[in-house]
């Protein structure tokens, strides 16, 4: 099994859109890809920031580069991640 984590921000304002739109469009999307194990989503305030950290389990590395393509360290991004996201992680942790 392999874990990946990947951490964004957004500004506190944003935070319940980005969760309502990560939980519509992302979490499926992980789901729907063969050898995805499980997804969980957590966040947490940090000042005036929102911190989104994203879990995903995966049977191996080849399910990975299913969703993440050639390179497995590269982090995926959604078509409107760009209008909730002050900062991202541009890889992730295995």
């Known amino acids: 099994m392999i874990m990946r984590i990947w951490r964004g921000w957004t500004r506190v304002e944003d935070a319940d859109t980005y969760r309502d739109y990560m939980t519509r469009v992302a979490l499926p ?12 989503m957590t966040s ?7 911190e989104f950290t ?13 969703f993440a393509g050639d390179d497995p ?11 909730y996201l002050v900062d991202r992680e541009r890889t992730v942790t295995h």
């Open 44 to 50: 947490r305030r940090d000042r005036d920031r929102e």
């Open 73 to 83: 360290t590269r982090a995926v991004f959604y078509p409107d991640d760009d209008a």
């Open 29 to 40: 999307g992980y789901a729907d890809i063969a050898g995805n194990v499980a997804v969980y």
């Open 54 to 66: 994203m879990i995903t389990v995966w049977e191996s590395l080849d399910a990975v580069r299913a």
